[in-house]
């Protein structure tokens, strides 16, 4: 496992540095890197969504002091409402496919100047577990919710790859069935089994984000994110506790962590439009 | 590029505190605890040896033959069906030791039955003839941790009542018999047994 997000965090890197166009590239470090001494027509047009800069210009000497400035001051000019994006997650529906839980979730997102992205996660969590050892067979189906935000902290907003932190705050409510094999009284003897149907809980749970996404073609995109998740409540019982929470994962220890792998859509409602030069 | 790595840093510190294992309870095995005191409530031994037993109930297959002694065994016999002998299937009340000849005792863990509501133990002591009867009242029910710790079953006391030939006065210290070790009966008996 840890060497499938090893590769999917290394193969994620690669192609968030390799799918950059050059003009994607013009980030503020990369324009540091030493330039060519010739005069040539650089035309820089998609720093900005509203100034195109057209101009001969001496690389070395103009181009290298003007792009950060230039960066900062278009990043002032840049509209506050930044559209929409959809996501879905194809990890959980792997983890679905080749083990015994997983989740079917979708997400809603919002940029704010392209650095604040408030996020709407819904989903579907799903586990149907029967333990080898001790027979113990968990199930449940059930939505949850996670409301959150992260922040793109690449230095150059106008690019459409992102790499993030954030934070979520998750919840479900759900019932789960819990049944066992006989339990046999060693000492006064007697047997019974047990089935725990249809046990209400309440889960909260805080989960931090890392991840990144680069632009695949036009308005599609592709992306990871690794998170980890603490635990923060669920109703207590005292027959049992909840082996799997639906957008959590599963309870074995205090804290967690997963992954996501999204397919990500570029909603372009009320979004600015780009000029054309 | 920075801060790309002081974040990669941070974030697999993160991941490598999050990986952890199945946290089992070392310790499965659900007793009630008895702690021992005298009759002015400090923790005391008991100066005599103790032994706990409990009557239970088992089902016994009983062959006869004529001229010969009754045989009762727990499991069926074909070879004494062949050789004669009648099969009948009886209820046997037998004596189980729990705790055998326990010196000077400051406390003791006894298991609880899982599905009965009253436990009836014996105490025996070796300086009294006659021993103390404990009645203990108790709701007994499941307790899955995780499907992979198996289950348990727990115990929550209401009433515990006694003789008193050496036991002064018997108290609830914890009602919840789990297997996290906590002591959930006192048990004051006569100083005068010193």
Not at chain 1, 83 to 88: L, M
Not at chain 1, 145 to 151: E, F, K, T, V
Request: charged fraction near 20%.
């Amino acid at each position: 496992m840890r060497h499938l997000i090893l590769s999917i965090l290394l193969l994620s890197v690669s192609l968030l540095l390799g799918a950059q166009t050059p003009a994607d590239s013009l980030s503020a470090d990369s324009v540091h890197a030493p330039l060519p001494a010739v005069k040539d027509t650089l035309i820089v047009d998609s720093l900005s969504a509203d100034t195109i800069v057209s101009d001969t210009v001496t690389a070395e000497s103009k181009y290298s002091k003007w792009v950060p400035d230039a960066l900062e001051l278009e990043k002032k000019k840049l509209p506050l409402f930044q559209g929409f994006t959809v996501s879905f997650d194809v990890l959980g529906l792997a983890f679905y496919t080749f083990s015994d839980y997983g989740t079917f979730e979708g997400a809603l997102r919002l940029s704010l100047k392209n650095t604040w992205l408030p996020i709407v996660e819904l989903g579907y969590g799903l586990c149907d577990r029967n333990d080898y050892n001790t027979k113990i067979h968990y199930k449940v189906n059930a939505p949850f919710i996670r409301l959150g935000c992260d922040w793109n902290f690449l230095r150059n907003k106008f690019q459409d790859n992102r790499m993030f932190v954030g934070a979520r705050w998750g919840f479900s409510t759900f019932k789960y069935d819990m049944s066992g094999p006989a339990q046999t009284d060693p000492v006064y003897g007697g047997t019974e089994s047990f089935d725990f149907s249809g046990t209400s809980c309440t889960s909260h749970w805080l989960e931090i984000v890392f991840g990144c996404q680069v632009k695949i073609v036009a308005n599609f995109h592709m992306g990871w994110s690794i998170r980890l998740k603490y635990h923060l409540s669920s109703s207590k019982n005292d027959n049992s506790k909840p082996y799997y929470i639906p957008g959590y994962g599963t309870t074995v220890s205090g804290n967690t962590w997963s992954g996501s792998y999204n397919l990500i859509f570029d909603l372009n409602w009320g979004k600015p439009k780009k000029k054309k030069q | 590029m920075k801060q790309f790595l002081l974040l990669s840093s941070v974030l697999t510190m993160l991941v490598a505190v999050a990986c952890s294992t199945a946290s089992c309870p070392m310790d499965t095995v659900v007793t009630c605890n008895y702690s021992f005191y005298n009759a002015d409530g400090e923790q005391s031994p008991l100066y005599d040896t103790l032994t706990v037993t409990i009557r239970k109930d088992i089902q016994a297959y009983v062959y006869r033959k004529t001229g010969k002694n009754d045989t009762i065994l727990r499991q069926r016999s074909t070879a004494l069906i062949d050789s004669g002998y009648t099969e009948s299937v009886e209820s046997l009340s037998i004596d189980t030791i729990l705790l055998n000849r326990k010196v000077n005792a400051t406390s003791m863990s006894i298991p609880m039955s899982y599905y009965r509501s009253v436990d009836t133990l014996v105490f025996h002591y070796g300086k009294i003839l006659l021993p103390d009867t404990v009645w203990l009242f108790h709701t007994g029910y499941t307790h899955v941790e995780t499907p992979e710790c198996g289950s348990y079953r727990f115990h929550n006391l209401s009433e515990i009542r006694t003789t008193d030939r050496c036991i002064d006065r018997a108290t609830i210290a914890d009602p919840s018999v789990n297997y996290q070790g906590n002591i959930n009966l006192n048990i004051y008996f006569n100083t005068n047994n010193e």
